[in-house]
T-cell receptor
């Protein structure tokens, strides 16, 4: 069964706009991570938030975590065409799980 | 520093054939992982090795075997390939099991006819 899901499945925005994607999970976690995958490539780690943290920033990325709701969100501010990719949440429960991913298209 | 490397990049097999996917990392990481990625499913963990000499089943281990040959290398074997194993396979490594970021290889695209 799918342990993590993301929404929306696909998102298309104009360059300069903000992009928000959400992740919901079913298990108790130690931490939650976000990864980016460009088409045809492996995944690249973006940011990690621990279960006792509520918000974390890294450059144009802002991640929030609500363990009571078992959910996290990733905000990319001032998006660029180069941000076009698929974004996955990943989390450690009794094993390591990935969400289903959000496909982001940033239109120049 | 190559990071995580995988061979081959592409492979076509007939049903019933066997093959081994190779993975190596040069970051001195303790933990290594094999995932498969199917459309709309995200990545699913097949097997992992928390440290040299240990291997454990992940979410979808059926039809696969693994070998942690040494600290650098972690191979995935399909003994009798089935069309349901058509997928993109990714190897990853991390310093410790599941607690820190994982580094991914470029993937192997496998088609079973």
């Amino acid at each position: 069964s799918q342990q993590g899901e993301e929404d929306p499945q696909a998102l298309s925005i104009q360059e300069g706009e903000n992009a928000t994607m959400n992740c919901s999970y079913k298990t108790s976690i130690n931490n939650l991570q976000w990864y980016r995958q460009n088409s045809g490539r492996g995944l690249v780690h973006l940011i990690l938030i621990r279960s006792n943290e509520r918000e974390k920033h890294s450059g144009r990325l802002r991640v929030t975590l609500d363990t009571s709701k078992k959910s996290s969100s990733l905000l990319i501010t001032a998006s660029r065409a180069a941000d076009t990719a698929s974004y996955f949440c990943a989390f450690t429960g009794n094993q390591f799980y990935f969400g289903t991913g959000t496909s982001l298209t940033v239109i120049p | 520093n190559a990071g995580v490397t995988q061979t081959p990049k592409f492979q076509v097999l007939k049903t019933g054939q066997s093959m081994t996917l190779q993975c190596a990392q040069d970051m001195n990481h303790n933990s290594m992982y094999w995932y498969r990625q199917d459309p709309g499913m995200g990545l699913r963990l097949i097997y992992y090795s928390a440290s040299e000499g240990t291997t454990d089943k992940g979410e979808v281990p059926n039809g696969y075997n693994v070998s942690r040959l040494n600290k650098r290398e972690f191979s995935l074997r399909l003994e009798s390939a089935a069309p349901s194993q058509t997928s993109v396979y990714f190897c990853a490594s991390s310093e410790t099991n599941g607690l820190l970021e994982q580094y991914f290889g470029p993937g192997t695209r496998l088609t079973v006819t």
